[in-house]
């Protein structure tokens, strides 16, 4: 606005109101001590092995009002949670190697892979994302089944997403066998929409979605959905679910999915982070977030790569839960997808997160390592190995005891503070006195 004479007729009240509006919108809140501290904190935990890293990210990076990062130029570092993505390995494009170069390109620091039902491409991810500098959360999409008490409503489809610490689950065979069961049934379900479809005069064969899906993958709806469109039968995916293989849909089928609440337990179980995901798509989400909370639930996704949904942000204040989301990318392209790292999780929904989740990740590593000092199996050994990625002990490295490993595995997860009391130096007195057998950990660290 200029300053011609017209501006000195405005009314006093008038004019105040004006420069209200200015102040309100024009000024730039400074960050808060609360978000500094967070940001710090978050920081030094991605860069645990990366301290180089994290000197040139605290140089170039701020903080907004909303407590999300911003950039301070080209080249500058910026720190980026991705908490939902897929590979190969269940209805993904990509595979996990890809994937992890995809986030690399988007700017991630931190990726949760999260297939559905499996946690086979968590290696892949890992070995990778050494190659980029990239963290990677092992994690996995769990689908379940919601039934609601007294049957007076129809059971619901439930996934919860559950985030584990470097070395995996405690009880990775206890879960893999709930996981087996799910993949199993995964595969009944999809011939099953096969079979549905071929009633509805649409011929699809089941070797067509099989080879789709690819060797040792369960089917899902997903691969059902690409053999309608390669089949000529829809036009594109979105066609496939709308017409025939949405919940409830024509051809669609139900699996052999565990009960929503014991899902959630099992991941508390094991030392997991449980976590609801896209409540949005649920019919009855008060019920089912107030019984998931009553067996453990921690938190349930609220963020997308469009801003925060309000509603389910009140319902997380509501049940005390955290606050969390991801992009839930899949890499089939186009202009409904989210891109990996779209989501701009506030940084003291980050921290909150970690705040919760470390202790027991920590809980978990402590328990894995323990029951090896107790036994130093194979077995008990290749449960500490299987996702941990450790290149410097290959080859002409110097271990010269068990101990060695452990605390090079720990210095990628774990602080000074967390991996040194009491309870971890008892750990390593036992594990300095075990000889370790090289040969077991020449192969690349986390193959199964």
Same mark, same amino acid.
């Given at each position: 606005?200029?300053?011609?004479?017209?501006?000195?007729?405005?009314?006093?009240?008038?004019?105040?109101?004006?420069?209200?509006?200015?102040?309100?919108?024009?000024?730039?809140?400074?960050?808060?001590?609360?978000?500094?501290?967070?940001?710090?904190?978050?920081?030094?935990? $991605?860069?645990?092995? !990366?301290?180089?890293?994290?000197?040139?990210?605290?140089?170039?990076?701020? *903080?907004?009002?909303?407590?999300? !990062?911003?950039?301070?130029?080209?080249?500058?570092?910026?720190?980026?949670?991705?908490?939902?993505?897929?590979?190969?390995?269940?209805?993904?494009?990509?595979?996990?190697?890809?994937?992890?170069?995809?986030?690399?390109?988007?700017?991630?620091? *931190?990726?949760?892979?999260?297939?559905?039902?499996?946690?086979?491409?968590?290696?892949?991810?890992?070995? @990778?994302?050494?190659?980029?500098?990239?963290?990677?959360?092992?994690?996995?999409?769990?689908?379940?089944?919601?039934?609601?008490?007294?049957?007076?409503?129809?059971?619901?489809?439930?996934?919860?997403?559950?985030?584990?610490?470097?070395?995996?689950?405690?009880?990775?065979?206890?879960?893999? !066998?709930? +996981? @087996?069961?799910?993949?199993?049934?995964?595969?009944?379900?999809?011939?099953?929409?096969?079979?549905?479809?071929?009633?509805?005069?649409?011929?699809?064969?089941?070797?067509?979605?099989?080879?789709?899906?690819?060797?040792?993958?369960?089917?899902?709806?997903?691969?059902? @959905?690409?053999? +309608?469109?390669?089949?000529?039968?829809?036009?594109?995916?979105? !066609?496939?679910?709308?017409?025939?293989?949405?919940?409830?849909?024509?051809?669609?089928?139900?699996?052999?999915?565990?009960? @929503?609440?014991?899902?959630?337990?099992?991941?508390?179980?094991?030392?997991? *982070?449980?976590?609801?995901?896209?409540?949005?798509?649920?019919?009855?989400?008060?019920?089912?977030?107030? %019984?998931?909370?009553?067996?453990?639930?921690?938190?349930?996704?609220?963020? %997308?790569?469009?801003?925060?949904?309000?509603?389910?942000?009140?319902?997380?204040?509501?049940?005390?839960?955290?606050?969390?989301?991801?992009?839930?990318?899949?890499?089939?392209?186009?202009?409904?997808?989210?891109?990996?790292?779209?989501?701009?999780?506030?940084? +003291?929904?980050?921290?909150?997160?970690?705040?919760?989740?470390?202790?027991?990740?920590?809980?978990?590593?402590?328990?894995?390592?323990?029951?090896?000092?107790?036994?130093?199996?194979?077995?008990?050994?290749?449960?500490?190995? %299987?996702? *941990?990625?450790?290149?410097?002990?290959?080859?002409?490295?110097?271990?010269?005891?068990?101990?060695?490993?452990?605390?090079?595995?720990?210095?990628?997860?774990?602080?000074?503070?967390?991996?040194?009391?009491?309870?971890?130096?008892?750990?390593?007195?036992?594990?300095?006195?075990?000889?370790?057998?090289?040969?077991?950990? #020449? $192969?690349?660290?986390?193959? #199964?």
């Amino acid at each position: 606005m200029n300053n011609s004479n017209s501006a000195h007729k405005e009314s006093p009240k008038k004019g105040k109101d004006k420069k209200k509006k200015k102040k309100r919108g024009g000024s730039k809140k400074k960050t808060t001590v609360e978000q500094t501290l967070a940001f710090k904190s978050v920081s030094e935990w $991605v860069f645990l092995d !990366q301290p180089s890293l994290l000197a040139s990210l605290a140089s170039s990076c701020v *903080v907004d009002d909303f407590g999300v !990062q911003k950039n301070l130029g080209r080249g500058k570092e910026k720190l980026v949670f991705e908490l939902h993505s897929h590979s190969k390995c269940s209805d993904g494009f990509l595979s996990p190697s890809k994937l992890v170069e995809r986030a690399y390109g988007s700017g991630v620091k *931190v990726l949760a892979l999260t297939d559905h039902d499996t946690m086979s491409g968590i290696a892949e991810a890992i070995d @990778a994302a050494h190659r980029y500098g990239i963290k990677i959360i092992p994690g996995v999409e769990i689908s379940t089944i919601f039934s609601p008490r007294g049957g007076s409503e129809p059971e619901e489809p439930v996934h919860v997403l559950a985030y584990y610490s470097t070395c995996g689950p405690t009880s990775f065979e206890e879960l893999e !066998q709930v +996981l @087996a069961s799910i993949r199993d049934g995964r595969v009944l379900r999809a011939k099953n929409m096969v079979s549905k479809l071929n009633k509805l005069k649409l011929p699809l064969k089941w070797e067509h979605v099989a080879r789709i899906a690819g060797k040792g993958v369960a089917p899902g709806r997903l691969h059902v @959905a690409r053999a +309608l469109v390669e089949a000529g039968h829809v036009e594109n995916l979105k !066609q496939a679910f709308s017409r025939y293989l949405f919940d409830g849909g024509p051809a669609y089928a139900t699996g052999s999915e565990p009960l @929503a609440e014991k899902a959630v337990k099992l991941i508390c179980d094991t030392g997991g *982070v449980a976590v609801l995901a896209h409540p949005w798509a649920l019919k009855n989400p008060v019920a089912i977030i107030r %019984r998931l909370k009553e067996a453990g639930l921690h938190g349930m996704e609220v963020y %997308r790569s469009d801003g925060k949904l309000s509603a389910y942000s009140d319902l997380a204040d509501t049940y005390g839960l955290l606050k969390l989301g991801g992009s839930d990318y899949h890499g089939r392209g186009g202009h409904g997808e989210s891109d990996l790292g779209s989501v701009n999780l506030p940084m +003291l929904a980050v921290h909150d997160f970690l705040k919760v989740a470390r202790p027991i990740w920590c809980n978990a590593i402590k328990d894995i390592i323990h029951t090896y000092a107790e036994e130093p199996s194979d077995s008990n050994l290749a449960r500490i190995i %299987r996702f *941990v990625r450790t290149p410097n002990f290959k080859g002409g490295s110097s271990l010269s005891c068990c101990r060695d490993l452990i605390d090079g595995c720990l210095s990628l997860w774990l602080t000074n503070e967390e991996s040194h009391n009491p309870e971890f130096d008892a750990i390593r007195l036992k594990l300095s006195h075990i000889s370790l057998n090289r040969e077991k950990i #020449q $192969v690349p660290i986390g193959s #199964q």
